[in-house]
């Protein structure tokens, strides 16, 4: 059974490609700056990538993943700051960060759970990305990952999907609940069957018996 370390390590996205995403024309987006498709960092133009959403769905880890791996071909001049929950952040400080936003060089990914609180400027300066909950079938390649990792089979797509649904969009719940699968699966696991070559104690037993009979008719 892994730790919570180990299961962080091996399940926490790291690449683009590990993001369960909400919807394909998101998922789209991100590729497109990813791969530098869509023109980004234009000078008085576009700088910066709001990721909004409700809460749980993955908006941190997609900013980490764009920060490290995905907006980061560019020259090592330019400045890059990632800000989670920027939603929180008084007039005063988005107003400095619009007026930053204003100069070469600089590359923000941003994150918020509520996009309305975000003043128009900054919005008008990013490419802003909905990420709210992803729908249930979305989550099952990493359903299959997880059950097949903890060496469980014979669970169905239905009763996976059942079980993503009680975490309603949630990452944090949903692996959880998936965890919660594994462990209940892996308590009522069944013993491996003996091998055919391999004599059972009730096997054992009843020779031992059938032995007793035959040497008492002997010795009769």
Request: a neutral charge; aromatic letters at 6%; proline letters at 7%.
């Given at each position: 059974?892994?730790t919570a370390?180990?299961?962080?390590?091996?399940?926490?996205?790291?690449?683009?490609?590990?993001?369960?995403?909400?919807?394909?024309?998101?998922?789209?987006?991100?590729?497109?700056?990813?791969?530098?498709?869509?023109?980004?960092?234009?000078?008085?133009?576009?700088?910066?990538?709001?990721?909004?959403?409700?809460?749980?769905?993955?908006?941190?880890?997609?900013?980490?993943?764009?920060?490290?791996?995905?907006?980061?071909?560019?020259?090592?001049?330019?400045?890059?700051?990632?800000?989670?929950?920027?939603?929180?952040?008084?007039?005063?400080?988005?107003?400095?960060?619009?007026?930053?936003?204003?100069?070469?060089?600089?590359?923000?990914?941003?994150?918020?759970?509520h996009f309305?609180?975000?003043?128009?400027?900054?919005?008008?300066?990013?490419?802003?990305?909905?990420?709210?909950?992803?729908?249930?079938?979305?989550?099952?390649?990493?359903?299959?990952?997880?059950?097949?990792?903890?060496g469980i089979?014979?669970?169905?797509?239905?009763?996976?999907?059942?079980?993503?649904?009680?975490?309603?969009?949630?990452?944090?719940?949903?692996?959880?609940?998936?965890?919660?699968?594994?462990?209940?699966?892996?308590?009522?696991?069944?013993?491996?069957?003996?091998?055919?070559?391999?004599?059972?104690?009730?096997?054992?037993?009843?020779?031992?018996?059938?032995?007793?009979?035959?040497?008492?008719?002997?010795?009769?």
């Open positions: 059974m892994l370390k180990e299961f962080e390590e091996r399940y926490t996205p790291k690449t683009i490609g590990d993001i369960v995403f909400p919807n394909e024309a998101s998922k789209e987006l991100i590729e497109q700056l990813v791969n530098g498709q869509r023109p980004f960092l234009i000078s008085e133009g576009k700088c910066g990538i709001l990721i909004y959403g409700i809460s749980g769905t993955g908006k941190s880890d997609l900013a980490k993943i764009s920060n490290h791996a995905v907006l980061m071909p560019y020259q090592a001049s330019q400045h890059y700051y990632v800000l989670d929950e920027v939603n929180n952040l008084n007039a005063q400080a988005m107003a400095v960060i619009k007026s930053v936003m204003n100069t070469a060089g600089n590359v923000f990914i941003l994150t918020t759970n309305e609180h975000i003043e128009q400027g900054v919005r008008s300066r990013c490419h802003c990305i909905p990420f709210n909950a992803a729908p249930p079938p979305a989550w099952l390649p990493l359903a299959h990952r997880i059950i097949a990792d903890a089979s014979g669970i169905t797509d239905q009763r996976l999907l059942s079980v993503i649904a009680t975490g309603k969009g949630s990452a944090r719940d949903i692996t959880d609940a998936l965890m919660s699968v594994v462990l209940d699966a892996m308590r009522v696991k069944p013993c491996p069957a003996p091998h055919p070559s391999t004599p059972n104690a009730e096997f054992l037993l009843s020779s031992l018996v059938v032995q007793h009979d035959t040497t008492n008719l002997r010795s009769q």
